[in-house]
């Protein structure tokens, strides 16, 4: 965000900030609970996002099931409830 507030400052004019965000950006700024997901569906978007960002490793060190707080069995069997596959 800095720096998006930033190249705004460099790149606009003397009078009125103009502040160009990219879709992806300004698409982030809804509510991420605004379709009112069920419990379920909340897990399953968690889940999914933690192994995106850990590409898909589920145990040992730096994977899904330590930063989750769970072991990798009951994150696998959490999974499988959930109908999600790895």
């Known amino acids: 965000m800095k720096n ?8 606009s004019g003397d009078i ?3 502040l160009n965000l ?3 950006v300004q698409g982030k700024a ?3 609970f605004a379709d009112f997901p069920s419990l379920e569906e909340v ?3 968690y889940i999914r ?3 995106k960002r850990t590409s898909g490793k589920i145990a040992g060190p730096g994977g899904a099931a330590e930063i989750l707080g ?3 069995t009951s994150l696998y ?10």
């Open 22 to 24: 990219p879709a992806e």
């Open 77 to 86: 069997t959490r999974m499988r409830i959930l109908g999600m596959s790895r």
């Open 43 to 45: 897990q399953r978007r």
């Open 70 to 72: 769970m072991k990798r």
């Open 16 to 18: 009125q900030l103009e």
């Open 4 to 11: 998006i507030l930033q190249r705004a400052v460099l790149l």
């Open 49 to 51: 996002d933690v192994l």
């Open 30 to 32: 809804d509510h991420p």
